[in-house]
């Protein structure tokens, strides 16, 4: 299993944009990379995944580089709703489960 | 997205009694279905993976006796946390993975269990 490293915990103030990078050293040929957003009491919430290059959807951007051996997740003009803990999970998962690291706890004040 | 939902949000229970907690898939076929618990201020921990049909698979240090799983239907996962104790409290979290769509896993809303 790709194990991750986030920082744990990053500051920001409404409307600037945040990037959280994860470094996944062994990612495996078939593997994804998933990024979701928890809340406190509340199951994670889906945010954005990909396989390589970049990938953009309506809430965020996700940037991988060639080697894959890293990911940065880039949420642009954050609000104080955007206060969350991400997780960034690499895993094949149509063989197995996806395993929690640490997170990154993003606090963002006014 | 695809929509999990975990039934009930919340129990209190007696020690020594158990509880079921139910995952089902809403808009979707789950052959798979994954269990986690999490304390507070801390990560998901893979319990168990939920196998349609076939018995769950348990991570190394979860008591299969105690953590009862059974996936019965393409769309619903339970999970029975038996003769409960107070360390069991925690907050159980299923997520699934759509049959026909790779390799998206969708969360629940989790479901907070306090056992006094």
């Known amino acids: 299993l790709a194990k991750t490293t986030q920082p744990i915990s990053m500051d920001s103030y409404e409307g600037q944009e945040v990037n959280i990078t994860c470094s996944h050293n062994?990612?495996?040929?078939?593997?994804?990379i998933t990024w979701y957003q928890q809340f406190p009491s509340q199951g994670p919430r889906f945010i954005i995944q990909?396989?390589?290059t970049k990938v953009t959807n309506e809430v965020a951007s996700l940037f991988i580089p060639a080697d894959r051996k890293s990911s940065t997740l880039s949420l642009p003009r954050v609000s104080l709703s955007d206060t969350a803990v991400y997780y960034c999970?690499?895993?094949?998962?149509?063989?197995?489960?996806?395993?929690f690291g640490s997170g990154t706890r993003l606090q963002v004040q006014p | 997205g695809a929509v999990v939902s975990q039934h009930p949000s919340w129990v209190i229970c007696k020690s020594g009694t158990s509880v079921k907690i139910e995952c089902r898939s809403l808009?979707?076929?789950?052959?798979?279905m994954f269990w986690y618990r999490q304390f507070p201020k801390q990560s998901l921990m893979l319990m168990a993976t939920?196998?349609?049909?076939?018995?769950?698979?348990?991570e190394q240090g979860v008591e299969k006796d105690k953590f009862l799983i059974n996936h019965a239907s393409l769309t619903l996962s339970t999970l029975t946390v038996t003769s409960a104790h107070p360390e069991d409290s925690s907050f159980y979290i299923c997520?699934?993975?759509?049959?026909?769509?790779?390799?998206?896993?969708?969360f629940g809303e989790g479901s907070w269990l306090t056992v006094v």
């Open positions: 939920s196998n349609e049909g076939s018995k769950a698979t348990y």
């Open positions: 999970l690499v895993g094949d998962t149509g063989r197995r489960a996806l395993t």
């Open positions: 062994n990612i495996a040929t078939n593997d994804y």
């Open positions: 990909g396989y390589k």
């Open positions: 808009d979707f076929q789950a052959t798979t």
């Open positions: 997520s699934a993975k759509d049959r026909l769509s790779g390799n998206t896993i969708y």
